[in-house]
């Protein structure tokens, strides 16, 4: 998984008079929650739904894997008990080796882009963590949630260093226009991103938009599931760099 992509999307804080503006992030040290069956359906006008029910896959372990880029693989860095009910907890995050760290790439511009996206430290490097579970359904889980014209995503990221990404990347066609609207603050360690994805698309032959936000935490509307796909998947390909 490359892009910021599989980096990116969470509920912006408000700033106001009590002096959040200036307060530093902090990095995640536990991750946990309860998994849900979810099932994603569409109406006529494209508009999404998600259905969650109780989880169905027994009770065992989450695990928690990083891709090392040595090995060319895979491999398990962390596991939570799993009970039957879906609930699970990390009591601490891993930290990658060094061989589980990629560093950042930035995208050449496609041929009608443009891109205000500020990288603060170039020279970052960073691990996406990827859960699953071994129990009596061995499924890919993650935080998701589909409703209307709008699916989302969260994805735990670890940096090296503290660092910024914002700005926006707008790219047209005779079609379709695609905005990336990127503001992530990282602190060095673990970090949630939500990634965010509206369309405003109605059929194959109206012009239409996607609009790609990625920011800081976790969506109050995300629930953990099943990795599920759906008819207009989360696309982090358009955006203009790569965090893997």
């Known amino acids: 998984m490359k892009k910021l992509a599989p980096l990116l999307l969470l509920a912006p804080l408000a700033l106001g008079s009590c002096g959040l503006f200036n307060r530093a992030p ?3 040290t536990t991750a946990g929650g309860t998994l849900t069956d979810a099932k994603v359906t569409y109406d006529a006008n494209r508009n999404a739904t998600t ?3 109780a989880w169905s896959g027994g009770a065992g372990k989450v695990m928690l894997d990083l891709y090392d880029y040595t090995a060319k693989t895979t491999v398990k860095e962390g596991e939570a008990t799993l009970a039957a009910d879906g609930k699970f907890s990390f009591a601490s995050l891993p930290t990658p080796k060094d061989s589980e760290l990629s560093p ?5 511009q496609p041929t009608g882009c443009t891109s205000t996206v500020k990288v603060s430290d170039k020279g970052m490097r960073s691990a996406t963590a990827i859960f699953r579970t071994d129990a009596t359904k061995d499924v890919s889980v993650m935080l998701m949630d589909a409703a209307g014209k709008s699916e989302t995503m969260g994805q735990l ?4 260093r503290a660092v910024k990404i914002n700005g926006k ?4 066609n005779a079609l379709v226009t695609s905005v990336s609207d990127i503001n992530v603050n990282f602190a060095k360690g673990w970090n949630w991103v939500t990634y965010k994805f ?3 698309r109605v ?5 239409y938009t996607v609009t790609y936000t990625a920011t800081n935490g976790v969506a109050s509307n995300l629930k953990w599931a099943q990795n599920v796909s759906s008819a207009q998947a989360l696309n982090l390909n358009t955006l203009p760099f790569t965090l893997r």
Do not use: A, G, L
């Open 169 to 172: 990347q707008e790219c047209k």
């Open 26 to 28: 902090k990095p995640v």
């Open 51 to 53: 259905t969650y029910t």
């Open 203 to 207: 059929d194959d032959t109206t012009p």
């Open 157 to 160: 990221f670890y940096v090296d």
């Open 198 to 200: 509206t369309t405003t």
């Open 104 to 108: 950042y790439t930035e995208e050449t």
